[in-house]
DNA sequence: GACTCGTGGGA
DNA sequence: TTCCCAAGAGT
């Protein structure tokens, strides 16, 4: 088999070193199981949009207890989704979560399509969820890449220390070039891809001893040149608008009904900067305003009082 | 394209 | 302690 042909480009065999470490290597993670089905892919690949696996996973399971599939979650409210989202940041993702299941259930009869036009459509799915749940659970060929696969192709195969800022189409176009050409062998591919840029190929202290494309690496071939670091200085957190809506947030999640507006008053001295957040919330949706200055979770059954 | 949008842990 | 950054999407 190997060795009939002079191998000129042996990343060739990227997709095929890869998978094999993927299938020695690979974490036991649950929406990996079959049982999760489409939906458990999905519930995850909303999770997982800027949040670490470790902090998914115990928010995983019970969502997925809770609603284990798409039409449980359509016919619950707003702000229980909002509440079950709990620490897992960028409470939106849990507002169109359900707006998605409703989608969902409205468009596609409560069962989670496979086609990749039809993903796209939905709300909070992008080109990188779409094609995860194309290729995750309907084991299709597509190009699956988030921020672990363009560091890795970045590095392994384009010799660059990092990936610039996303460009989609190209990204989208350079990886599909790397897939194999079966679609299951394609989306175990993916996977693998992933986990190696998730677990080896990271971004800070990559580890390299450990990388099974040590030996073809176009970054490690090159000297392994250091990167030039963060591209701009990140807006710092604390007194951020994003802090003040995450507290205000947190105060609405843990109360069961509507919190008076002088509650709300006692997260952040700066009225002028709490107005402005507490706005934000209820333009997004994940908030509305009740009787009584009085504040609660969007699609929280008012009480009367 | 540039910005915005939470949260918590590790270096 | 500070700072990076972790399976993106929407505007």
């Known amino acids: 088999m190997a060795g009939c042909l002079p191998v000129d480009q042996p990343f060739l065999d990227l997709a095929r070193i890869a998978t094999a470490w993927f299938d020695e290597n690979a974490r036991d993670l649950p929406w990996r199981h ?11 690949e909303f999770m997982l949009q800027q949040t670490p696996v470790v902090r998914v996973e115990p928010a995983w399971r019970a969502w997925m207890t809770r609603w284990p599939d798409p039409a449980a979650l359509a016919a619950d409210t707003v702000a ?26 409205e468009r596609h009869g409560g069962v989670v399509p496979d086609r990749l036009d039809d993903l796209l459509a939905l709300p909070g799915i992008g080109a990188y ?20 696969v363009r560091r890795l192709v970045a590095r392994a195969v384009s010799g660059r220390p990092d990936a610039g800022p996303a460009t989609t189409a190209a990204d989208l176009t350079a990886v599909e070039a790397l897939l194999p050409v079966q679609d299951r062998l394609a989306a175990r591919a993916s996977a693998a891809f992933m986990e ?11 580890r390299c001893q450990d990388c099974p494309l040590w030996t073809g ?17 990140p807006q710092r957190y604390a ?20 919190v008076p507006a002088a509650r709300l008053d006692l997260v952040w001295p700066e009225a002028r900067q709490r107005d402005r957040a507490l ?8 908030v509305v305003a009740a009787s009584g200055h009085r504040y609660a ?8 009082s």
């Open 217 to 233: 690496c176009a970054w490690r071939l090159t000297g392994s040149p250091a990167g030039s670091g963060p591209m701009r200085r």
């Open 297 to 304: 979770l969007a699609g929280e059954a008012s009480h009367r």
């Open 129 to 148: 969820t779409a094609r995860a749940v194309t290729a995750f659970a309907y084991g299709q060929r597509q190009p699956v890449v988030d921020t672990n």
């Open 80 to 105: 229980e989704a909002i509440r079950a989202w709990g620490r897992l940041g960028y409470p939106r993702r849990a507002l169109r979560l359900h707006a998605c299941a409703e989608a969902i259930v």
């Open 279 to 286: 706005a934000g919330l209820i333009t997004d949706g994940l």
């Open 239 to 258: 007194g951020t608008d994003r802090q003040v809506r995450g507290l205000l947030l947190a105060v609405l999640r843990e109360s069961s009904g509507p």
């Open 34 to 44: 079959a049982e999760a089905g489409a939906w458990g892919v999905l519930v995850s």
């Open 196 to 206: 190696l840029g998730a677990l080896i190929c990271t971004a800070r202290n990559p």
